[in-house]
């Protein structure tokens, strides 16, 4: 079966409609996008050069609130993986209690081509040419290719045209820019209380073995707390190969290594192998934290954790997570495990409506409150329902969103 990322979302959302009863109506709308934008970015490069780019944004549903969050300047964009994750951010965020819809999208591009002035302008455009924007609208943040610095130059762009500040519109902005603490380690630190939490539940030592594919924001940020509280990171993969040491890896050393050389390669006392091998390596605690569908009917059948903790948007397709159910392999799903991104660029939005900006202790408490809380209502669904992880996950967060679509007289 394809691993089309949209086919894996909507049977996902299938599943779990079926499981629960969830009103067909409701189900139809989450079928497709509410919006779709799909426009050409024309620019000129620094050599004179005219070149024209593709760009993408879903608003997918707004039931909740407001659409939110997500832009991907990457090589393979394309349309399907944006309605994916379209529908992936509104279930993350009914997941969580937040009161917004789903908006994802971004430029098919690959930003290491780019001079940082050809960047720049390329962010600029992309908001000028967004025809829906705003702190009530849509709130566009970063995401993969995707950064701090970029969401400055979209926010300041669009406030030279609206011609006032507007902190609220953009989230994941730098502090500077009245931005959030905890911004940048949003979703690797809730992968880390996540895991915390399905560690106690499953019995799985509290030094277990662990291994991250992805060492961007999210794998980077998830493996640092795991080893400051104890677990031992034996495997790390980044978007050229992975490396394996069966006593653990130094992972601030590691840091310190991938800050020099740009890759992990090549860290002494670790062993080079294939990102395809990091993910059959045996340990307690696999954590795809990449791209989608690494975990498939291909591999599933090798994998050797006992838990995956999907800190990926749909790293393991339908057929995979029925391998590794009928293994006995638990899996808590993306939705859940990486939505602390998603928490704290509400707490974002809210800081800029109303000039209250948080220190980092007041931010990590109440993302840490707001991701167990979540997790401790997917797994009491779980229970209810005698399903799966993220059948739970989706449950919760359909009845929710059926409930809005029903009082607002949509259904």
């Not at 990457?74 to 819809?101: E, F, N, Q, S, Y």
């Not at 999208?105 to 302008?121: A, I, M």
């Not at 059959?280 to 090798?302: F, M, R, W, Y």
Request: aromatic share 8%.
């Amino acid at each position: 079966m394809s691993n089309n990322p949209f086919e894996t979302s909507q049977a996902a959302l299938h599943t779990a409609a079926r499981i629960a009863g969830i009103n067909p109506d409701a189900v139809r709308y989450l079928e497709q996008p509410k919006r779709i934008f799909q426009f050409t970015i024309p620019m000129k490069m620094d050599n004179g050069e005219l070149k024209f780019f593709e760009a993408y944004r879903v608003h997918y549903n707004d039931a909740l609130g407001q659409v939110k969050n997500g832009l991907r300047f990457v090589p393979d964009l394309d349309l399907d993986i944006v309605k994916a994750l379209g529908l992936w951010m509104t279930v993350k965020h009914a997941v969580a209690g937040i009161p917004a819809g789903g908006g994802k999208g971004g430029v098919k591009v690959d930003p290491k081509t780019l001079s940082e002035g050809e960047y720049e302008r390329l962010c600029r455009a992309y908001i000028r040419k967004l025809p829906m924007k705003g702190a009530w609208v849509d709130v566009p943040g970063a995401d993969i290719g995707t950064s701090g610095k970029t969401m400055a130059w979209m926010l300041d762009e669009l406030e030279e045209i609206k011609q006032y500040h507007q902190p609220a519109a953009i989230n994941d902005k730098p502090v500077a820019t009245n931005g959030t603490q905890l911004s940048m380690e949003a979703t690797g630190t809730g992968v880390f209380f996540v895991t915390r939490e399905a560690v106690k539940d499953l019995g799985i030592a509290p030094d277990a073995k662990i291994v991250v594919q992805g060492f961007g924001n999210v794998g980077r940020t998830a493996a640092l707390l795991y080893q400051e509280a104890g677990f031992k990171v034996v495997g790390v993969g980044d978007i050229k190969n992975a490396i394996y040491n069966e006593n653990g890896i130094d992972i601030p050393a590691l840091v310190e290594h991938v800050a020099k050389t740009g890759y992990v390669e090549g860290f002494p006392g670790t062993k080079s192998l294939s990102n395809a091998e990091l993910l059959e390596l045996p340990c307690d605690i696999l954590v795809p934290a990449a791209v989608q569908s690494v975990l498939n009917e291909g591999n599933a059948d090798k994998i050797q954790a006992k838990l995956v903790m999907e800190a990926a948007n749909g790293p393991t397709t339908p057929e995979a997570e029925e391998i590794l159910a009928k293994r006995g392999i638990a899996i808590v799903p993306d939705v859940l495990t990486n939505c602390g991104s998603a928490i704290v660029c509400s707490f974002e939005r809210t800081q800029g409506l109303t000039d209250d900006y948080w220190d980092v202790d007041k931010v990590r408490n109440k993302l840490e409150e707001r991701i167990v809380s979540a997790y401790r209502a997917t797994k009491a669904s779980a229970e209810k329902y005698d399903t799966s992880m993220r059948n739970g996950a989706w449950i919760n967060a359909l009845k929710k969103i059926a409930d809005s679509m029903t009082a607002r007289g949509w259904i």
